[in-house]
């Protein structure tokens, strides 16, 4: 029997055969900002679950608390600034 990676289109078309619609991403905030290969790994993933027809939610790991330093809260502003500009107008 043959396994299909689990990050590919066909393991999200399965998972969508199966009744799943939706499908949480989690991603490292700091490589998605500074590693472009990392950054294009998650875009991947993103487009195999659209292409399996599933609704992608990206959530990044490690999200800092409202009473956090500053430095944190500006990279999660970075973060998702960046990511709704990647997938503004999909659906």
């Keep these: 029997m043959h396994?299909?990676?689990n990050d590919s289109a066909s393991y999200?078309?399965?998972?969508?055969s199966l009744?799943?619609?939706f499908m949480r991403t989690n991603y490292d905030p700091d490589a998605y900002l500074s590693d472009s290969i990392y950054c294009e790994k998650v875009d991947?993933?993103?487009q195999n679950q659209l292409q399996a027809r599933l609704v992608p939610i990206l959530a990044p790991q490690d999200v800092p608390t409202a009473s956090g330093d500053q430095t944190?809260?500006?990279k999660l502003v970075a973060v998702d600034t960046m990511a709704a500009r990647t997938y503004r107008g999909f659906r």
């Design 72 to 74: 944190s809260l500006s």
């Design 44 to 46: 991947q993933i993103v």
């Design 19 to 21: 009744g799943m619609t």
């Design 12 to 16: 999200f078309k399965l998972l969508r």
């Design 3 to 5: 396994t299909a990676d």
